[in-house]
């Protein structure tokens, strides 16, 4: 999939609108050019609900490559609820793709801590996430359920 910036700052947009629709705070988010080249957003919204010992967040991160005159593609990405109410995170990631490449032979991995900060395992294998989207979604249906977010249905890398 690739997109212009001004794509990209459409998609950002919306993401922010779609968080807010859920009753999340967070900043206007902004797209940032990197040295590299590339450019990406990374931002964190607070949910609402319970905020002891802290709120619930979402973290959502992406970074586009370059791939032709004023298109990229999404080169990395971090999409996380951590949810201190409930003591547990889950999160799918994209980044240091070589390394999990060589490791894994995967490029994308998930984390799931049904106790927030004691992981059973570091990485667990995963699959694409095609957009924020879909990550949202997946992570907001989570949010504020009672019982295990399903780590032990996940593959551990070992």
């Known amino acids: 999939m690739s997109a212009s910036k001004l794509q990209l700052a459409r998609y950002l947009g919306e993401l922010t609108v779609y968080l807010?629709?859920?009753g999340a705070i967070l900043p206007e988010p902004e797209i940032d050019p990197y040295d590299s080249g590339e450019?990406?957003?990374d931002f964190e919204a607070t949910l609402p609900g319970p905020d002891e010992p802290k709120p619930a967040l979402i973290a959502v991160g992406e970074i586009w490559s370059p791939v032709g005159h004023e298109s990229y593609e999404r080169a990395e990405y971090r999409y996380e609820?951590?949810?201190h109410p409930l003591n547990r995170r889950r999160a799918f990631h994209m980044h240091d793709t070589d390394e999990f490449r060589s490791r894994a032979g995967v490029l994308v991995h998930e984390h799931c801590e049904e106790i927030l900060g004691h992981p059973t395992c570091a990485h667990y294998f995963g699959?694409?996430?095609g957009s924020g989207y879909d990550a949202l979604n997946a992570l907001l249906s989570l949010w504020g359920q009672p019982g295990p977010m399903g780590c032990s249905r996940l593959r551990c890398m070992g």
Do not use: W
Request: no cysteine; net charge neutral.
């Open 20 to 22: 807010r629709n859920f």
């Open 39 to 41: 450019i990406g957003f």
């Open 81 to 83: 609820l951590i949810e």
């Open 127 to 129: 699959l694409p996430v």
